[in-house]
């Protein structure tokens, strides 16, 4: 199978879709040029009106997504960095998740909004925050963080065919990370967790560039005696809580991992859900990792800091043994 | 006001159109104040003629989008009287199936892609819409009412400035009614024409008499034709005046507290739209009088009918509340 970038993934998902469906687009700013490489080279293939570039507006155009997506076309809107999606929250939050329902079922809002999730570069506040625990609370609007190529692309293609509004967050983090994406065609559809490490003491969870710290801090903990299973939930809303909780049934500890603020993140919903539904087959409580509750610093080394880090999951592990 | 152009079959038509909506937003206010309606109704009594001469110009195929202040919109562009009662009443019958509301009347099958009840929410969604037709290689036009109050909105400014940099066939109507809310316009900002701004976006701007349905319909109608032939989208200012509340039953949040002088309402209601228009017709002997009596005869049954069927509809049945989430 060939090894291919996270990037690269995307770029050829982007570029199947186009190929198949003439309704499906691509809009944002330097969308042509490709910022993120993920769009490189669209523009050559598909010309000026499927790959168009727009000003820096990103409540226009996010809006604009929607208003092509509700008058017959399939647009992807690209806005750059998730903190961008901070400046378009009316058009996400007030319009594209509720329209469909608001209006009693009278459309469909096939749209796929695209950006960066995470840090990782060392950009500060306004370039490095992961956004997705926001839109997991906004009704309607489903979230998507892959954290492989195989993945990324499979995903990406399952979110521009779907008929509802799709957040989908690639990690600048992982642009570079190769993994075997099949040549031929595939799809992966939302809201289904993959299993990433078989394990029988204790069930870790967690999504985006997160699940290769919980791996790496698996391949630690197997080397102490103890078995991680590592659950990548790929689609953050919805979620697979069965696959959640019939790991718990079989491990009894449940760690959740989240590149997010400690307060309503993700890792807060999983633990509690845990917690909620399934008290009894847990041999200790809960535990959440997250990042620290402060804004992203610059600095490299504060920057690692802020994030979940391995030593952080095997410390919670540890908690859950004690 | 000189109408030459107007033909009688078109004078009828955008005077029923007025008319329409006069009779139905007089009814709300009524049923408002009688306590049976949910929530809050911005009426759009005083502003008809913009509606009306605006909708008269698009085709079914056109598509507009509209604000909190939206029946008149939805009437002008064909809606169903009764499918927006009801949705007013919160019923199952009603438009969105009472899950929209007077702020959220949506009528995909015309080209009303819905009503936003977020100042200055619906201006990007119009370019969209413009954006799908120029995609398609379609000659359809996107039209986007909003008011004096959202021109001052960040979605005004990147919305035209879009369209305008892709030459998108999208019509900008701003509603200028004086008054955002309880504050008047002139507060709020420091030109006296907002079609004054198309200039900072390279568009045509134009100032047009919202009092005047004729002038309405001829403006819009120069400014659709020029979307069609792709020269892009135009700014128009329709000089309006919201003649009642900006909420009915508004006198609860101004707790005594006045916001504008009588004089000036007076001369408004000096100008209003469906006496202007009423008087017009009859008068130049485009309409005989006989004939708009019986259309407010039928037009005024048909809007009370539309109530009493809205409560006479069922609630929504509290299982429909998962209804029509994701596909």
């Known amino acids: ?322 | 006001m000189h109408h030459q152009d107007i033909s009688v079959d078109l004078a009828l038509d955008i005077y029923t159109r007025v008319l329409r909506i006069r009779r139905f937003e007089e009814e709300v206010g009524r049923l408002f104040r009688q306590g049976q309606l949910p929530g809050f109704v911005h009426l759009y009594i005083g502003e008809e003629a913009v509606a009306a001469g605006v909708c008269a110009a698009l085709t079914d195929e056109d598509t507009i989008i509209s604000t909190h202040r939206g029946h008149g919109h939805v009437i002008a562009k064909g809606g169903d009287i009764k499918r927006m009662m009801a949705e007013l009443f919160g019923k199952a019958t009603g438009y969105c199936k009472g899950k929209g509301g007077s702020m959220h009347i949506a009528d995909f099958d015309i080209g009303m892609l819905g009503a936003i009840g977020i100042v200055g929410g619906g201006l990007p969604i119009a370019v969209g819409a413009g954006l799908s037709a120029w995609y398609s290689d379609r000659e359809r036009v996107s039209v986007c009412f909003f008011g004096d109050g959202a021109a001052n909105e960040g979605s005004f400014h990147e919305s035209l400035n879009l369209a305008s940099t892709l030459a998108l066939p999208v019509i900008f109507v701003c509603e200028n009614n004086q008054y955002g809310e309880f504050t008047p316009a002139t507060n709020a900002m420091n030109i006296t024409d907002i079609a004054d701004r198309a200039a900072g976006y390279g568009i045509r701007g134009v100032v047009a008499d919202g009092a005047d349905a004729f002038e309405m319909y001829r403006v819009a109608k120069a400014a659709v034709e020029r979307a069609r032939r792709g020269g892009g989208p135009t700014l128009i200012e329709a000089k309006t005046h919201r003649r009642g509340s900006h909420a009915e039953g508004e006198e609860a949040f101004l707790a005594g507290q006045t916001y504008r002088d009588e004089a000036e309402t007076a001369a408004a209601q000096a100008k209003d739209p469906l006496r202007l228009l009423h008087s017009y017709v009859s008068e130049n002997g485009i309409l005989p009088a006989e004939q708009l009596e019986a259309l407010d005869s039928e037009i005024t049954q048909s809007v009370a009918e539309a109530a009493e069927a809205a409560r006479n509809s069922p609630d929504p049945e509290i299982e429909s509340l998962f209804d029509d989430l994701w596909l």
């Open chain 1, 1 to 322: 199978m060939p090894r291919k970038t996270y990037v690269a993934a995307i770029q050829e998902a982007l570029a199947e879709e186009m190929r198949r469906d003439q309704r499906v687009f691509l809009i944002g700013e330097d969308v042509r040029i490709g910022v993120f490489p993920s769009t490189r080279g669209l523009h050559a293939e598909f010309g000026d009106k499927r790959v168009i570039d727009t000003p820096i507006s990103e409540l226009a155009v996010a809006g604009a997504g929607i208003g092509a997506a509700v008058t017959g076309l399939r647009p992807i809107v690209d806005l750059m960095f998730g903190t961008f999606l901070y400046l378009a929250f009316d058009q996400i939050a007030n319009q594209a998740g509720a329209m469909r329902y608001m209006y009693g079922g009278q459309t469909n809002v096939p749209l796929v909004f695209m950006v960066q999730n995470g840090a990782g570069s060392s950009a500060g506040h306004h370039h490095s925050q992961a956004v997705h625990q926001f839109f997991m609370n906004m009704p309607q609007i489903k979230v998507i963080l892959p954290s492989t190529p195989y993945d990324g692309k499979g995903l990406l293609k399952s979110a521009i065919r779907d008929d509802n509004p799709v957040l989908f967050l690639h990690s600048l983090s992982l642009g570079g990370k190769r993994g075997e994406v099949p040549a031929e065609e595939y799809a992966i559809p939302i809201g289904f967790a993959d299993v990433k490490r078989e394990g029988r003491d204790v069930t870790i969870c967690a999504a985006g560039p997160t699940v290769y710290t919980a791996l790496d801090a698996a391949k630690k903990l197997a080397a102490q005696g103890v078995d991680a299973e590592v659950i990548d939930l790929r689609s953050l809303s919805p979620w697979d809580k069965q696959t959640i909780l019939k790991s718990v049934a079989k491990t009894g500890r449940f760690v959740a991992v989240d590149e997010s603020f400690p307060s309503c993140s993700a890792a807060s919903e999983w633990a509690a859900t845990v917690a909620e539904e399934a008290f009894h087959q847990l041999r200790a409580p809960v535990q959440r990792v997250t990042n620290k509750n402060v804004p992203m610093p610059f600095s490299p080394v504060l920057e690692k800091a802020v994030l979940p880090s391995e030593a952080d999951v095997i410390a919670a592990v540890h908690n859950t043994l004690a």
